[in-house]
T-cell receptor, first 113, second 112 residues
């Protein structure tokens, strides 16, 4: 089966600019996750969707980060405005439901200068 | 919320030796504990997981043990091989894959 797709793979922006990441989960996967992985750290859950509803966004910095999954399939994560500390790999993952294994995408490496 | 601590941060072993990575968690409600392997520049991949109703689980050279009373769980890799070299992350969740919290990772190096 095709894996989780993410784009772009790399992005370099200046601080205070905006950026958006896109994720297409594995077909049929109802649950979608966005993680932030700062170099040398474990992934940090930003937001979890079940179909098009938000299950958990307690660690999402809502003053600058937003995410949507309007049709319950693909999803976008936006940062506006970006800060230097947002430099990280943004990983998208999906699972059939929350009871099943998460499959990670290749990630988007964001560098904020 | 849940806090997961992982030790050691780096681990170097000789090929054929065993490797043990330990994690502790803070939320007694956590009931799902997966382990992920992440090779350099690649995505995390699930290698084994355990639920709170089980004390130990084994899959070939990999095993995980869970002590709910002490709130810690460990990954054991036996007969290590150079291809086991990677960063390993533990994680804990109060319900299946919901609200997953990851440890900081252990960089394992297996020397041939």
């Amino acid at each position: 089966e095709a894996g989780v797709a993410q784009s772009p793979r790399y992005k370099i922006i200046e601080k205070r600019q905006s950026v958006a990441f896109w994720c297409n989960p594995i077909s049929g996967h109802a649950t979608l996750y966005w993680y932030q992985q700062i170099l040398g750290q474990g992934p940090k859950l930003l937001i979890q969707f079940q179909n098009n509803g938000v299950v958990d966004d307690s660690q999402l910095p809502k003053d600058r980060f937003s995410a949507e999954r309007l049709k319950g399939v693909d999803s976008t994560l936006k940062i506006q405005p970006a800060k230097l500390e947002d430099s990280a790999v943004y990983l998208c993952a999906s699972s059939l439901s929350s009871t099943y294994e998460q499959y990670f995408g290749p990630g988007t490496r964001l560098t904020v200068t | 919320g849940e806090n997961v601590e992982q030790h050691p941060s780096t681990l170097s072993v000789q090929e054929g030796d065993s490797a043990v990575i330990k994690c502790t968690y803070s939320d007694s409600a956590s009931n799902y504990f997966p382990w992920y392997k992440q090779e350099l520049g690649k995505r995390p991949q699930l290698i084994i997981d355990i639920r709170s109703n089980v004390g130990e689980k084994k899959d070939q050279r990999i095993a995980v043990t869970l002590n709910k009373t002490a709130k810690h769980f460990s990954l054991h890799i036996t007969e290590t091989q150079p291809e086991d070299s990677a960063v390993y992350f533990c994680a804990a969740s109060p319900y299946n894959n919901n609200d997953m919290r990851f440890g900081a990772g252990t960089r394992l190096t297996v020397k041939p």
